[in-house]
């Protein structure tokens, strides 16, 4: 069961349409533009360890960026709003 859902669920979010500036908006506050969990431990200036980013290991990474891609897209297009970061 768990794998048909690893199959579709991919399908499905990129079958998601953006069609109207409050949807796009919320997808983009949504989905992060970086890995938060991405991190540098210092130790005053020095950066002692690194922690990387462990988001690419989310089976659906690929699929969630080019959604908030095409709800940034939507809104550049249809209300002239920049949410790059």
């Known amino acids: 069961m768990s794998i048909r859902f690893t199959h579709a669920a991919p399908k499905k979010i990129d079958a998601i349409a953006i069609c109207n500036s409050q949807q796009a908006e919320f997808l983009c506050r949504f989905i992060p533009a970086s890995c938060p969990l991405e991190r540098d431990i210092k130790l005053g200036d020095r950066a002692i360890a690194h922690i990387p980013s462990l988001c690419k290991l989310n089976p659906f990474y ?9 709800a940034q ?3 550049s297009e249809h209300t002239y709003k ?4």
């Open 73 to 75: 897209c939507y809104l």
């Open 82 to 85: 920049n949410y790059l970061a």
């Open 62 to 70: 690929e699929q969630l960026v080019r959604l908030r891609f095409r």
